[in-house]
């Protein structure tokens, strides 16, 4: 939005703000009835006469859903004959576009009109129409359908991309010893004992994530070279161990509000030595390539207020540098957007004037 | 959207879809929270310090509010001074914008949800989470609030504008008997009343709507020159009488299906004249002077799927004009956008060739 914009404009892009979820939810009806579907196999475009006699929807229904589909610039629509338009496109077949509807409608839509409340209690109060849990990692297996799956693809998605760029990264000085904080279900440990066939493994995360940690990697067969560390790292009582070449920390910050990654890089700076390499892995809503990856990523943190904990978000890269100094260590590395994904790795050290 | 999209574009559009659901929420919670306000007393800007210090509102909610509106050009920061723009202060305070926006959040978000739902059944689904009505029309005067108040302004706003200029077209003739057809409340008829001082007029609705209207009319001392007929449009049993000078139908047709405007407008035929006028005053949405009010339109229309009565909608000319024409009639005139509103009259005679 860099160009200024006349009253007009900017009344128009108003309305648009205004009427969003009608729309969001007028395309979620055009792509579940297979209207847009339909209209995307005829790529020369299709008279809304034929749409009306091939698919079993109203003739009120399609022409509605063809009238909102036309205002917001998903189909075309010209002497009654409709075609699919590039962003129709992207919101039928692109994946990034279509696990982010998903996440929207079957996950946040609801919880999303808790947002004020949700601010103003510092809880995550849109959870409730899902469940009664604190946070939505307590609820995660637990999750109903499609909020499940849907949870779970959006997880999946802005995190397995960024994993073999990583894996470079972190062994070019071959660590023999690596704290997976935050480990999780122990999809990164596993990656690692794949990548290097001496590597040791700690994973540090809540018992209950843990034990499917645990039985995971016992199904892999990976007892031997990982074991784990049960910590709550919001408990300052509780210290990560000493001795990691490497401290890993993916994707995990960003359930944490600023006080507390601050309280929890303390925790690793006591941990590490002078050789210790501290990686944070992060999608940084910043520095992204593309405004589509920006928008995601700040709509991600509007998921973490309403329905995850209420006090969490995607940080921008210089506020996660001033965290990581703050708490003693240095960023002597910058790895921007690696690989295929919206990640960047902050290389760090102990900061010598500490 | 005529210019072609890049795929980089198409994508970011798309996702703007996506999300608008989480972005419309963050804008309410940025409203309903005074931070938008509070911005937009500073028109050079106000640090996020000064709002962090000065609002009673959490740094993070502030941060994540500021990052949010800024993506969706609501709010300018730069050197962590805001600033608010023109699409945030027509959301702040342009009435349109205003009255649009609470609609949405109050009247229609969560029933949204319900929108496939809604086209496979022909029922209003999302009526349900205000309360159990066949339709709105039944539920209208004990809506819960702020669902009431939000109504009413919308339908108020859509509304009243077209009144003056309607007048001077409907008594260009000097009309002396006008059927008020769906009258509803009877603003039309007592502001007729106003205007000229001998006219008569007969109210023509359901017996629930009349008592209103008859309530109001005694208020205003006018039932002298007021009378009621009640008569289910929906009952082809039931006839509309003879004789009228005027029958005049404001806003009144877009609450039905296209096969019900027939059998109304066939019924209106029936009572005509050779010298009666036909007046219908509708809010057409590819008749607008500015894509805000289309899009205004068509978001309605899908109001009336989810909210309303399931199988209505806001129409374009040209359907009307069909409809007109298949009951007998034909429009002699049309008043594109009559004064300062989003209406345009279809001046109608019987047709000499039925």
Known sequence: ????????????????????????????????????????????????????????????????????????????????????????????KDEMTRINVNFMNDVCYMGAKAMTDSIVKGKPEGLKVLGDWPTIYEGLSILPEPAKKSWFDFDHYYSDGAFPEALKIVFRNQPKLIFDVGGNTGKWSFACCAHDADVRIKILDLPVQLKVARQNATEKGLLDRIDFHAIDLLNTEQKIPQGPDVIWMSQFLDCFSKEEIVQILKNAYQAASETTTLYILEPFFDNQAYPAAEYSLVATSLYFTIMANGNSKMYSIDVMKELVKESGFEVVETYPLIGDSYHSILECRKRADV
Do not use: C, W
Not at 49 to 65: Q, R
């Open 1 to 92: 939005m860099k160009k200024e914009l006349s009253a007009i404009e900017a009344k128009y892009e108003a309305q648009k703000i205004a009427f969003g979820p009608m729309f969001f939810q007028s395309v979620i009806a055009l792509r579940d009835l297979g209207i847009l579907e339909f209209i995307n196999k005829h790529r020369k475009g299709v008279s809304i006469d034929t749409i009306v006699e091939t698919l079993d929807v109203s003739e009120y229904g399609i022409n509605l859903l063809i009238e909102a589909a036309a205002v917001i610039g998903v189909l075309e629509v010209e002497n009654k004959v409709v075609k699919i338009t590039k962003i129709g496109f992207f919101l039928l």
